[in-house]
């Protein structure tokens, strides 16, 4: 300890306490023992802290490696998920797509001899008045 510090502990014991103490006095002596074990519980503690900061470090990138592989795992199987979804999704819309275009043909062809009926039902119609309009006309010729 330096002969200044320890002259400041003498004055602050003799302040304090009313007790004056002189350099070779074993209370001095230990208070320096006291430092120096402090001090070595400092080095030592801050050692501790190093070891414990170094185990904390390397656990925190076990943990982000851990929680990364689980996260792209997750990740691609919600995306497989996700396009199986989409297949499926895409798969429904296009037979929809194909029974609205069945539905819609039926109707249209059915529209369509409904139509063709009707024709040849007048055209049935009209090729009889003319057979009636010829028996008609080559009656009274005769």
Known sequence: MSSD?????IERVASEHGIALSQDDPVLMMH???EILLEHNKEAHAELLRNYQAILEENFNRWCEY????SNAIISSS??????TRDQFLESCIQLI????KSREGQEIY??????????IINLMA???????????????L
């Not at 510090?5 to 502990?9: C, P, S």
């Not at 194909?98 to 275009?101: G, H, P």
């Open 111 to 120: 529209e369509l001899t409904r139509i063709s009926r009707q024709a040849a």
């Open 32 to 34: 320096t023992l006291n």
């Open 98 to 101: 194909d029974e609205k275009i």
């Open 127 to 141: 090729s009889t008045l003319l057979l009636i309009s010829v028996v008609t006309i080559f009656l009274i010729l």
């Open 67 to 70: 929680s990364t592989k689980k």
């Open 79 to 84: 995306m497989g998920n996700a396009q199986l």
């Open 5 to 9: 510090k320890l002259d400041a502990l």
